[in-house]
């Protein structure tokens, strides 16, 4: 079994990479990264190590491509692969959807592409693009071929530091929960894979307390000072500020989907005790990148803002905090850091804010946050 994989970063490498080879797939890397590329073809596997336990195991059975020199392979391995996963980051999906268009065309049997993407409805953002690159004729059929399940995918890997430029440190945790409802043809057994008809509450619990709570510990972790995710968790104020964002967000979470106070309340000090991890080190500034797309209406600060105010006509003052710090977050070395900076400049706070969150100019949200300065 043959499986295509693109980005062989972090995540590429430290999670669906580890769980294709697990299950037995040949696993092909495509990555624009040149040297990474010729380090697994030169080597061939790479150790994970599970951070905090002694256990680590090997990924074998990989071969990488360089989808800047070789289109071509990649291509045809599209063609031909079993399986098709991609972990590049959202604003790199429109980027990787002509190579992949190019190879479904040639193709004749069924085969699912898995979007493993920190954002409600990737695989679907990603089909959307794969289409623009078809005409009619192409289109009908790698439609009826092609399965684009959405997937949400749970495993902290922080920027890695080893000598060995394939080796990945991971959390020991992990979840891949894939929507079984829009799965083409036979389902992929892959242990560490689960199925489910209705991924919703699934991506929208993980993405609004896995990621809410990360992004708060690494916007308020930067304000007060901290470099890494561990220190904000180990700064008192901060943790209850976490754990106060997490509340109005999880409030919203219970009322959507019924999860219970109980059980809602344990998955959230699970996920504060995989932030709090000794033997994890995750910088702020990993964990707050891209601060334009986390201030997106859909993602994980404003959507359950957004939907507290909506539910409760109240303002939730922790997330109103976090968005705060996200707005006066600097990092030169962060592009839309950069660019969020520049745009308050031009505007102001609250006009950025609005258009970046695609706030109308009189929602509550944008009067709280102008507040919390
Ligand atoms: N790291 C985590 O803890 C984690 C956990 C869950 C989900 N995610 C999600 O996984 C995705 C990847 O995150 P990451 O942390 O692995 O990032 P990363 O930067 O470590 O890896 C991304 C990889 O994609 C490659 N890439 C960039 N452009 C490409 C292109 N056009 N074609 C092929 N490859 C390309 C990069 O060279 C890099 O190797 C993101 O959507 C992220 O939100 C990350
Ligand atoms: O990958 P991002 O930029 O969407 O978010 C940064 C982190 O919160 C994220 O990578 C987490 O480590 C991951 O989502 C844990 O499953």
């Not at 020991?172 to 489910?196: A, C, H, Q, R």
Request: aromatic fraction near 6%; proline fraction near 4%.
């Amino acid at each position: 079994m043959l499986a295509v994989h693109f980005g062989a970063g972090n995540i590429g490498r430290g999670f669906i990479g580890a769980l294709l080879s697990k299950a037995g797939y040949e696993t092909v890397f495509v990555d624009v990264n040149g040297e990474l590329i010729d380090q697994i073809n030169e080597r061939r596997k790479y150790t994970i190590e599970l951070a905090g336990s002694k256990e680590s195991f090997e990924v074998t059975n990989i071969a990488g491509i360089n989808s800047v020199t070789n289109q071509e392979d990649v291509v045809a391995m599209v063609a031909k692969a079993d399986l098709i996963t991609t972990a590049v980051g959202p604003h790199i999906l429109p980027k990787v959807a002509p190579l992949i268009a190019e190879g479904l065309k040639e193709r004749t049997e069924t085969v699912n592409v898995i979007a493993c993407e920190n954002m409600i409805g990737g695989s679907d953002l990603l089909k959307e693009h794969v289409l623009k690159h078809l005409d009619e004729e192409f289109e009908s059929r790698v439609v009826k071929l092609t399965g684009f399940p959405n997937a949400a995918v749970d495993r902290i890997v922080p920027d890695q530091t080893h000598e060995n430029p394939l080796k990945v440190t991971v959390e020991p945790y992990f979840e891949w929960v894939v929507d079984s409802s829009n799965l083409k043809g036979e389902k992929p057994g892959i242990g560490g894979m689960t199925l489910v008809d209705d991924l919703t509450p699934y991506i929208e619990r993980k993405l609004f307390t896995v990621n809410t709570g990360h992004a708060a510990a690494a916007y308020l972790g930067n304000y007060y000072g901290h470099q890494t995710i561990h220190q904000a968790m180990s700064d008192s104020g901060i943790l209850s500020k976490i754990k106060g964002a997490l509340h109005e967000s999880g409030d919203v979470l219970i009322k959507k989907y019924g999860f219970t106070k109980e059980t809602h309340g344990k998955y959230i000090e699970t996920i504060l005790s995989r932030f709090a991890n000794p033997d994890l080190s995750d910088e702020v500034t990993r964990v707050g990148r891209a601060p334009i797309r986390k201030l997106g209406p859909k993602d994980r600060l404003v959507r359950p803002a957004v939907e507290y105010i909506e539910w409760n006509k109240e303002i939730p003052i922790h997330l109103v905090e976090v968005i705060a710090a996200v707005l006066v977050y600097e990092q030169d070395q962060d592009p839309e850091a950069v660019e969020l900076q520049s745009l308050i400049k031009e505007q102001g706070y609250k006009e950025a804010l609005q258009e970046v969150a695609q706030l109308s100019e009189d929602h509550p949200l944008l009067e709280a946050v102008e507040k919390q300065f």
